[in-house]
């Protein structure tokens, strides 16, 4: 008869405790969809120090003092990424432009914005498979409550005494004390030195992040533009994690996780754009640190046939309260107009993370312009490893059994589009190709990771409806 263990753990949703979160938390709130209106798509968000874009305001406030007229947006879109296909609105807006009435005043106009962009759509999938592994996550499990007395890991139970990973090994049966005294606190693998395994992970994820901003910008003789804008970001995000391991003696053990995470951000961006001369424009812009309340909700459940009969073990850590804070991001931008032909603009976009958290964003974009009314624009950017300074890294929170971590090798934006303006409206459309290839490490000590690859897809339609 199957011998089932079930643990428990109830915190309440108002805790006080502060948890500093999983570098893949890092990663989730920190990364974008280059997604917005279909200019903004096109030009791959290469748009600092151009403005006069609602989706461009995401990066430098400034680009709403560009705006000369009232203007209505609302932009469409189709994305595949992940296995997965999602249709939906990227961005809606309406902007209010004031234009001053004092001739002799250098203020040309304010103009007023309320948005809502969805800045990352999390929904995505994928399955890897690894043979002949050097290492186990049992290894990991042992390491992870090294210095935890057996006496103290059997009497404190499930709570923040020893972190639930190694928790799980040792009612699992996959790792075991060194020694019985209740003193001991060197624990070991089952498993013999040099044994390898054939590794699974499972991964899916849901959910999205919004942003909803309200924004000014103002025009000083059409050579300083200057914005500002107040940023509520809403997050919604969930992932389920299967992680499986066949030992060589055809026993093994498989780990689930459904991590939950629901909270509101806020943060604040301003921006300037110069124009010393009408053929070139020089953007800057600062966002402060995103300041997250989140609430967050672990699952996890064992499966071990490592003794028999097989045991089950799970284990619930309910709603936890969780600040956390995404660095201070610095965007900054040139432009170059040629005459009523076209643009040129470049971008560079960079996150405050500490030396070994470092996000580096390097963005270009192209218009061409015919007979004033149609458009065709390219785009291309790159976004750098986000943790190249660390191969893998050390969960903080005692909870998680997710212990993968994603380290990325790159993320690039292949885009274009087209665009037709006339007096009152335009309409435009855009194409983006996202290329993804990334390390996949299920537990920090892994030696040999999975190998992530995904080409993503994705359409945009904007209409925008202009007026004084």
């Known amino acids: 008869m199957k011998r089932v263990f079930i643990f428990s753990l109830l915190c309440l949703a108002c805790s006080v405790n502060v948890l500093y979160g999983q570098d893949n938390d890092r990663q989730i709130l920190a990364e974008q969809d280059l997604l917005g209106t279909a200019r903004y798509t096109a030009l791959s968000g290469a748009m600092a120090a151009v403005g006069g874009d609602v989706s461009a305001v995401r990066d430098n406030a400034a680009a709403l003092g560009v705006f000369l007229h009232d203007e209505i947006t609302v932009s469409l879109n189709w994305q595949t990424k992940g296995g997965d296909t999602r249709l939906g609105a990227t961005n809606a807006a309406y902007l209010f432009n004031h234009q001053s009435k004092n001739l002799e005043s250098k203020v040309v106009s304010n103009s007023f914005m309320i948005q809502y962009q969805r800045l990352n759509n999390f929904y995505r999938r994928y399955s890897l498979e690894n043979s002949n592994v050097p290492t186990s996550q049992t290894d990991y499990m042992a390491q992870s409550i090294s210095g935890i007395t057996l006496g103290a890991l059997q009497e404190h139970g499930w709570s923040n005494h020893a972190a639930w990973i190694g928790k799980f090994g040792y009612e699992g049966y996959l790792i075991d004390p060194v020694d019985t005294v209740s003193s001991n606190a060197d624990y ?266 995904d080409t993503g897809h994705a359409m945009v339609l904007t209409f925008a409806w202009m007026f004084r």
Request: proline content about 3%; some cysteine; aromatic content about 16%.
């Open 188 to 453: 070991r693998s089952i498993l013999e030195n040099g044994e390898s395994v054939n590794a699974m992970i499972e991964v899916k994820e849901r959910g999205y992040l919004d942003e909803y901003t309200l924004g000014w910008g103002m025009n000083v003789n059409h050579k300083w533009y200057v914005g500002l804008s107040l940023n509520l970001r809403v997050l919604d995000y969930s992932k389920n994690t299967y992680y499986d391991e066949a030992f060589s003696n055809g026993k093994g053990y498989g780990l689930e996780t459904s991590v939950d995470m629901h909270g509101v951000g806020f943060n604040a961006n301003l921006g300037a754009i110069l124009k010393p001369f009408d053929w070139w424009r020089l953007g800057l812009a600062l966002q402060t640190p995103t300041w997250y309340n989140l609430k967050v909700n672990t699952y996890s459940r064992l499966y071990s046939d490592a003794v028999n009969p097989q045991i089950t073990v799970t284990a619930n850590d309910d709603y936890r309260r969780r600040k956390f804070t995404n660095p201070l991001r610095t965007i900054v931008g040139t432009a170059f107009q040629f005459k009523q032909y076209g643009m040129l603009s470049l971008e560079y976009d960079f996150q405050h993370f500490a030396p070994q958290y470092r996000l580096h964003t390097l963005k270009a974009g192209a218009e061409l312009v015919f007979n004033r009314q149609w458009f065709v624009r390219a785009g291309y950017a790159i976004c750098s490893p986000f943790n190249n300074n660390q191969q893998n890294y050390e969960p903080q929170d005692f909870s998680r059994t997710d212990t993968e971590n994603v380290k990325l090798k790159y993320k690039q934006n292949i885009s274009g589009g087209l665009g037709f303006r006339a007096n009152s409206w335009l309409l435009e459309v855009a194409y983006q190709c996202t290329l993804m290839k990334a390390d996949l490490y299920a537990y920090p000590i892994q030696q040999d990771a999975f190998l992530l690859k």
